[in-house]
């Protein structure tokens, strides 16, 4: 069983469009992340969704916004997509957001957005 | 600004030798140290935890923390090609509020 997955795996649009990702895990965990890893394979931290308390990385265009259905789901919808939005993004999950081995990450297969 | 780093490589060793990658962190609030292997193409997965100051061994892996010195390293003894990654270390502050990646370390290990 695949503990976190992630749909679509490859998306190719084009600029000004809007597209979602979509994130769940099946592991009962109560935090979700959502990261970008771009070209240069920095990854980065765009949310933490815990208990219904939303974490944003300040950095974060409002472009972006996540919206969890329910604690399993965490997606990420893309607005006005434009070409630095290219990258591969990463939803995880773990227990806790702080808790010694509670914090642990599991990452999902990833997302390959091209915006053409 | 909060900073994770680490030598981007690639550190190249022979197989069966020992792999050391090391991170430095700037904010000495950190409280949590992780190290994740990625492969090309792949989802980062974790190798270690550590949160106390010292060695703490897995197997093949020792992660070694020191908080004074803001330093977090990872061995990898008997390396094999299988080994060959982007090692990431990963710091978590401030009750999950800053969780930073650094840049990542590309290790190659040769046969």
């Known amino acids: 069983d695949t503990a976190v997955s992630q749909t679509p795996k490859y998306l190719v649009t084009q600029m000004g469009n809007d597209k979602s990702i979509k994130c769940e895990q099946n592991?009962?965990?109560?935090?979700m992340y959502w990261y970008k890893q771009d070209s240069k394979k920095f990854l980065k931290i765009m949310f933490s969704?815990?208990?219904?308390?939303?974490?944003i990385n300040e950095t974060v265009p409002n472009r972006f916004s996540p919206k969890s259905p329910d604690k399993a789901h965490l997606n990420l919808h893309i607005n006005s997509l434009e070409l630095g939005d290219s990258a591969v993004y990463f939803c995880?999950?773990?227990?806790?957001?702080?808790?010694?081995?509670?914090?642990?990450?599991?990452f999902g297969p990833g997302t390959r957005l091209l915006v053409l | 600004q909060k900073e994770v780093e680490q030598n981007s490589g690639p550190l190249s060793v022979p197989e069966g030798a020992i792999a050391s990658l090391n991170c430095t962190y700037s904010d000495r609030g950190s409280q949590s140290f992780f190290w994740y292997r990625q492969y090309s193409g792949k989802s980062p997965e974790l190798i270690m935890s550590?949160?106390?100051?010292g060695d703490k061994e897995d197997g093949r892996f020792t992660a070694q923390l020191n908080k004074a010195s803001q330093y977090v390293s990872l061995l990898i003894r008997d390396s094999q090609p299988s080994d060959s990654a982007t090692y990431l270390c990963a710091v978590n502050e401030n009750y999950g509020q800053n969780f930073v990646f650094g840049p990542g370390t590309r290790l190659s290990v040769l046969p």
């Open positions: 969704y815990n208990n219904k308390e939303l974490i």
């Open positions: 550590i949160y106390s100051n």
């Open positions: 995880a999950s773990s227990a806790e957001i702080a808790g010694g081995d509670l914090e642990t990450q599991y």
């Open positions: 592991l009962g965990h109560d935090t």
